[in-house]
């Protein structure tokens, strides 16, 4: 079957290899749809924590069902998508059903080859429904999940200001999931264009370009002076993670996101006296992929809006570095594998 392997930071090769022979409890799908994701993007420029090389990448996956593996439900060619952290069942997340934090977690793409391939063997109780959605919409519930996951640890409720840092894919994603949760969202980036995209297509109020804003100042006058109650990075940026925690709220929650290889540094003084909360998300539950396919099921959110550039399987390796470039415009490529 057809594949293609990362083989070195920057080097993509197109290879014939083996299709899986799914063991008791795997299932087998056709892979139809793959989006690009930060994760990709990062482990082909190098800079993807917790990654090794050669790698198959890819885990925005949705295709035909080929063999369900015992999956009860399930049934031989309709079209699904699956959960991509493939975890241990065993140790204290697991226990505790905190399965996105596995001690011993095999991300698809990331720890184990992913889908940039004809075939894809995956964990039968990963296999999710495609309860009607396009190929493209369901390649796309991962992304929003990981943003539903995030919300969720910051326990956001209706009405308070929500400060997203970054309005990539995932930043993007959570904005709108942020919106639907009833807050007052505010979008921080240094893209223009994106800051514009949030206007425009995701109708949010507040943007704050911090290339070329005072952003204390801003988020002074859009709070009335309170500061937001809850920040999400979505960046992955060393820079823009240390700088945020100056613009929380007495009381607020500090959720990351996006993630960097550096260390975080901040005043524990200005940190303490607000009484704060800082926590990491890490990849999404269950109850977050099915959160986001309400959401589209009930037509609160678009998928198809995030995706700006659309290719072929046979096209990614010339197409791939320009998608690194902001100025190509790329929020989610999409590519097709018949």
């Not at 799908?29 to 690009?36: K, L, M, Q, T």
């Not at 998508?81 to 697991?94: H, L, R, V």
């Not at 996006?258 to 269950?286: V, W, Y």
């Not at 790329?330 to 594998?337: D, P, T, Y």
Request: charged share 20%; glycine share 10%; aromatic share 8%.
């Amino acid at each position: 079957m057809k594949s293609l392997i990362c083989s070195s930071p920057g080097q993509f090769e197109y290879q014939e290899i083996p299709a899986p022979q799914p063991a008791p409890g795997q299932a087998l799908i056709r892979i139809r749809r793959i989006g690009i994701c930060g994760t990709d993007l990062h482990a082909f420029e190098g800079t993807q924590p917790f990654f090794s090389y050669p790698r198959i990448l890819g885990h925005e996956l949705a295709g035909e069902l080929v063999d369900a593996g015992g999956a009860a439900g399930f049934e031989k060619g309709e079209t699904v998508s699956f959960i991509p952290y493939f975890n241990c069942g065993t140790c204290i997340a697991c226990r505790c059903g905190k399965t996105n934090c596995c001690t011993d977690i095999k991300v698809c793409g990331v720890h184990v080859d992913g889908g940039m391939v004809e075939y894809l063997s995956v964990p039968a109780d990963k296999l999710l429904h495609g309860e009607g959605l396009s190929f493209e919409a369901l390649a796309l519930v991962e992304p929003l999940a990981i943003g539903a996951h995030g919300l969720r640890r910051a326990a956001v409720e209706a009405g308070e200001f929500v400060l997203v840092v970054g309005a990539g894919p995932i930043g993007l994603g959570i904005i709108a999931l942020a919106a639907i949760a009833g807050a007052q969202v505010i979008a921080l980036d240094v893209n223009e264009n994106r800051l514009s995209f949030c206007t425009h297509k995701l109708g949010v109020e507040h943007t704050i370009n911090a290339a070329t804003q005072d952003v204390m100042e801003r988020l002074k006058q859009i709070t009335n002076g309170d500061m937001p109650t809850v920040v999400i990075d979505a960046t992955g940026n060393g820079k823009a993670i240390n700088n945020a925690f100056q613009y929380m709220a007495h009381g607020a929650r500090y959720v990351l996101v996006g993630l960097q290889k550096g260390d975080i540094s901040f005043s524990h003084p200005e940190f303490h006296k607000r009484e704060a909360t800082l926590m990491s998300s890490r990849n999404a539950t269950r109850e977050d992929f099915e959160h986001v396919i309400r959401c589209i099921k009930n037509n609160q959110i678009d998928p198809l809006t995030f995706i700006t550039h659309r290719v072929n399987f046979e096209q990614i390796k010339e197409q791939f570095a320009g998608w690194l470039d902001p100025a190509n415009g790329v929020i989610k490529a999409m590519v097709s594998i018949n």
